[in-house]
């Protein structure tokens, strides 16, 4: 009689750890979260460049990727249209799931200019004209690079 009641318990301590470990896996993304950049009432999809990726399959493998990609000023040529906003105007970078770390530099002629103080998940806008931003983020599955157009009137 012990010995069945042993292996009951066992069982159920056994299922009750196994339940507990699903319940704690953060879900997994086969690649970086899409990135929605808004301003004044406005907003556009920002282009996916670069990118480092890994994941769990699920069966105790993982799967990495590393996806190269044009630069900054050729692949915002694929964003469906520059997002109109104001100088002085707060942008707001929502990704489908939140980095750890956001980096925003302004591009011209392929090459990087400056980078831009980031709060949060946003920025303010400081100069006129069509402007091409970088938007680099981390999470814990990899990082990403990301181009955004801005008509900055």
């Known amino acids: 009689m012990k010995k069945i009641l042993f292996f009951i318990l066992l069982s159920v301590i056994l299922s009750a750890c196994g339940q507990q470990k699903g319940e704690n896996v953060e879900t997994t993304f086969e690649k970086p ?3 929605i950049v808004s301003s004044n009432g406005n907003e556009v999809v920002a282009v996916l460049g670069t990118y480092s990726w890994s994941y769990d399959n699920g ?3 993982f799967k990495g990727i590393e996806a ?3 630069g900054t000023t050729e692949i915002v040529k694929l964003q469906s249209h520059p997002l109109k906003t104001k100088l002085g105007s707060e ?3 929502e990704f489908t799931r ?3 770390e956001i980096k925003v530099t302004i ?4 090459q990087a200019l400056r980078e ?3 709060e949060g998940n946003t920025f303010t806008t400081d100069e006129k004209g069509n402007i091409v931003y970088e938007v680099y ?3 814990d599955q990899g990082s990403a690079h990301y181009a955004v157009q801005l008509n900055v009137k």
Not at 107 to 110: G, K, V
């Open 33 to 35: 979260p899409e990135l």
């Open 59 to 61: 069966d105790g493998t």
């Open 68 to 70: 190269d990609s044009f």
């Open 91 to 93: 942008v707001v970078l």
């Open 98 to 100: 939140t980095p750890k």
């Open 107 to 110: 591009w011209d002629n392929n």
């Open 116 to 118: 831009l103080e980031v």
């Open 137 to 139: 983020a981390t999470w």
